[in-house]
């Protein structure tokens, strides 16, 4: 049980620790050390450690010369690279989607949908890169391509954090809400090609968007 417990606790603060980057609340850059972010988190320094030895082999912390941690900077090339490798990997996903998807799927899709173009009506930034992500996630689920669902996880994460970092300082266009739509439309007609087409287009929408916004932002 203790050993339970102590596993529970060291999973804990790394998820925590890793959320915080991702949402932005331990900006990019930010100077952090192990006794600000044991009294943050409210834990010990052991898990403490641990998460953070975690969070530097996936690049979310760094370590400088000196030995002192920051959070991992904003960079324009990681993100064009993770861009477009999701544009490749989801291209596929999307059209095995095409193929798999049941009349439930499509409904599912459909309730994600109306979720996302509700918190865009109505200005909710976060949860339109939440309900986006469950889109995609969906997607890959039904895939069937589990590889490729596996190295897309890889990235999630880090990707995730580049998105809500341009909702938290700037914006998505309306472009992205009616790109989720064609996607739909192409899986739902069992379109493979176009629906591979649509997601590899609206990834690379997105990552111009993405690499506008963190320059104007990175300007102001």
Not at 95 to 120: M, V, Y
Request: a negative charge; hydrophobic letters at 35%; glycine letters at 6%.
């Amino acid at each position: 049980m203790e050993m339970h417990s102590r596993r529970l606790s060291k999973d804990n603060t790394y998820n925590v620790l890793k959320q915080k980057i991702i949402d932005s609340e331990l900006e990019p850059d930010q100077p952090v050390n192990e006794e600000g972010l044991a009294a943050l988190l409210g834990v010990s320094r052991t898990p403490l450690r641990e998460a953070i030895q975690r969070l530097e082999q996936e690049d979310f912390l760094v370590r400088q010369p000196n030995g002192r941690l920051r959070v991992a900077p904003l960079s324009l090339t990681e993100v064009e690279e993770i861009f477009q490798i999701r544009s490749m990997l989801e291209g596929h996903i999307a059209r095995s989607a095409a193929r798999n998807a049941t009349p439930g799927d499509i409904q599912r899709l459909t309730q994600i949908l109306d979720r996302l173009k509700h918190s865009f009506q109505t200005g909710e930034r976060q949860d339109f890169v939440s309900y986006g992500f469950e889109f995609h996630d969906y997607l890959s689920d039904i895939s069937g391509l589990k590889t490729f669902g596996k190295v897309l996880g890889q990235l999630r994460d880090r990707s995730l954090r580049y998105c809500r970092y341009v909702s938290l300082h700037g914006d998505w266009n309306t472009q992205a809400d009616e790109e989720h739509l064609a996607i739909l439309r192409r899986i739902a007609a069992g379109d493979e090609e176009g629906a591979e087409q649509v997601m590899r287009e609206h990834i690379l929408t997105s990552l111009a968007t993405a690499l506008e916004q963190i320059r104007h932002i990175g300007q102001a």
